[in-house]
């Protein structure tokens, strides 16, 4: 039964391509849809601006802690500054390509020639710009914050995680706030051609992440192993040591790639679902459009709060014996995560119920909730391969003993194990579409957009995890290199170093995890534009996409 359904969707054959997609005008409703999500994208943003005045309100502790954090704000500032001198040069490039292709060949015929044309450069430079400075903020906090966070852990543990979180929610709250910002904007202007527009915006967070993730990862690669080998090969300079440069090169690229790209990575996911979507509820017809399109708007928006009250969740406990700092984290995540659900089906209750003749209204919170449950799958798995007192990392360390040959085969079989259940988990998600809608291969596809929205709707609360691992591993080194003598406070902040791993390793999962279902919704819309129906392995059809991704 799921072959045929899976084979029904492949036969889906979009009206036009993107660039002949005209939306139905808007009225009061959408106007309003509109208003709702602009003032929730500017809720995100002043949530941001309270948590930057709340870490920088911790003090930054004793000059043997401020030295080694100013070299590496230093060091990150400077990194940032040359990469955008370099991605300024390729902005430009593609802004003027991106003009003349437009304008000369795409629009033509159009008698709005001159408005998309210029509509669609000018915002790729906005999603470069929102990208760029959703990273650079959380950088910019990360920065601050790693040295508040190695002080505090003198104080408490339950100070040391609040405030590692905090800084690490900023990244979170100006990535949603810059990107539901940015396309509501484009709603407003554009309107009926806002989709064309908005296909712009999200190659602009594509462009920024493009530089921003790839390039800090490599930095941060290759920094990590030079501190590695300096520790091991230099006599008398251990690798946590301020003689040794690569370390603080090691704790830059930790602030470069894993905070300001992942920013712009999760930019690029947040807002390529968006188009994704907005993509597939236009070509199910004109009565259907807008009211989807709506419906993705508002779950967007959800998300902001939803992600907002779980940072509230996220407390240490002092008076424990040993407090693991993940399960805050996971509770504060799956407060999200249900709060999320419960929106969703309360969203499309008010918007589409229609008496229970087709249950539609079931259906489409069905699909975007199976989001969400893929992204709480994605944080157990991770937790169970990645956690330190799990078996997958216990197994791995006992491995040591007996040679470097037994810990990398134990390393890598681990991995390959985690990979494969998070394919099946990925799979599973979008042939659940498939079923849900079954009969109807055009809302089948919308509904694997749905999902991916779903899996991101928590993006806020997902940044704020990632940028929590950079900080602890920053605060960590800060406080070795300073050599101040204080055993508990040290044990505090290996502790949440270890599951800052962790958190990293999960938001990374949920990058990629997005991508493929983004790019499963948008390959039929690729396949037409290019004609190439006929031509080769056809991966647009789900059920061979799914077949090659196991």
């Known amino acids: 039964m799921i072959g045929s359904i899976v084979s029904n969707l492949g036969q889906l054959v979009m009206s036009a391509s993107e660039a002949n997609l005209v939306l139905p005008p808007f009225g009061s409703y959408e106007n309003k849809v509109l208003l709702v999500v602009f003032w929730s994208a500017i809720i995100a943003l002043i949530y941001g601006v309270i948590l930057v005045f709340k870490v920088m309100a911790q003090p930054a502790g004793p000059k043997a802690l401020t030295d080694v954090s100013d070299a590496i704000e230093q060091g990150s500032m400077a990194y940032l500054k040359q990469q955008s001198k370099i991605m300024s040069v390729f902005v430009l490039i593609v802004f003027l390509t991106l003009l003349s292709m437009y304008y000369y060949g795409t629009f033509r015929e159009d008698p709005k020639r001159m408005e998309l044309s210029w509509g669609i450069a000018l915002a790729f430079v906005a999603g470069v710009l929102c990208s760029y400075g959703a990273g650079f903020v959380g950088m910019k906090l990360a920065v601050k914050g790693n040295v508040r966070t190695a002080n505090a852990a003198l104080t408490s543990f339950s100070k040391c995680l609040r405030v590692s979180f905090d800084a690490g929610a900023v990244s979170g709250m100006f990535t949603v706030g810059f990107g539901l910002l940015g396309a509501t904007i484009i709603f407003w202007f554009f309107k009926q051609d806002a989709m064309k527009v908005l296909v712009g915006f999200g190659f602009g967070g594509s462009l920024a992440a493009l530089f921003m993730r790839v ?6 690669k290759a920094a990590d192993v030079g501190a590695d080998l300096v520790g091991k090969v230099e006599a008398g300079i251990p690798e946590d040591d301020p003689r040794n440069a690569a370390t603080i090169a090691d704790n830059v690229g930790d602030n470069v790639g894993d905070c300001a790209g992942m920013a712009a990575d999760m930019f690029e996911s947040y807002e390529v679902t968006l188009v994704a979507a907005i993509i597939l509820a236009a070509s199910l017809g004109t009565d259907k459009a807008l009211p989807y399109i709506m419906f993705a708007l508002l779950i967007r928006a959800l998300g902001i709060f939803t992600s907002i009250v779980g940072t509230w969740f996220v407390r240490g406990n002092d008076n424990a014996k040993v407090f693991d700092p993940m399960k805050p984290i996971v509770i504060g995540y799956c407060v999200s995560a249900a709060l999320s659900i419960i929106g969703f089906f309360l969203l499309s209750y008010w918007r589409f119920y229609d008496g229970g003749a087709s249950w539609l209204w079931v259906k489409l919170a069905l699909v975007t909730s199976i989001g969400i449950v893929l992204a709480v799958a994605t944080l157990i798995l991770t937790n169970i391969f990645t956690h330190p007192d799990k078996r997958a990392v216990t197994e791995t360390a006992i491995a040591t003993k007996t040679g470097p040959a037994t810990l990398i085969l134990n390393g890598l079989a681990e991995g390959m194990e985690s990979s494969v259940w998070a394919i099946v988990l990925i799979c599973g998600t979008i042939v659940s579409s498939l079923i849900i809608f079954k009969g109807d291969p055009g809302m089948a596809a919308f509904g694997v957009a749905l999902s991916g929205l779903g899996l991101l709707a928590t993006t806020g609360f997902v940044l704020a995890m990632d940028t929590f691992g950079p900080i602890t591993d920053n605060a960590h080194g800060i406080f070795e290199m300073s050599k101040i003598k204080a ?22 999962g949920l990058a990629i995890a997005t991508a493929v279902i983004a790019a499963t919704a948008l390959f039929r819309s690729y396949i037409d534009e290019a004609k190439l129906v006929a031509t080769g392995i056809q991966i647009n059809i789900p059920e061979i996409f799914v077949g090659l991704m196991i």
């Open 487 to 508: 055993k508990k406070a040290s044990d505090t902040l290996a502790w949440m170093d270890a599951i800052g791993n962790t958190t990293k390793a999960l938001t990374k």
């Open 215 to 220: 390039g800090g990862g490599i930095y941060t």
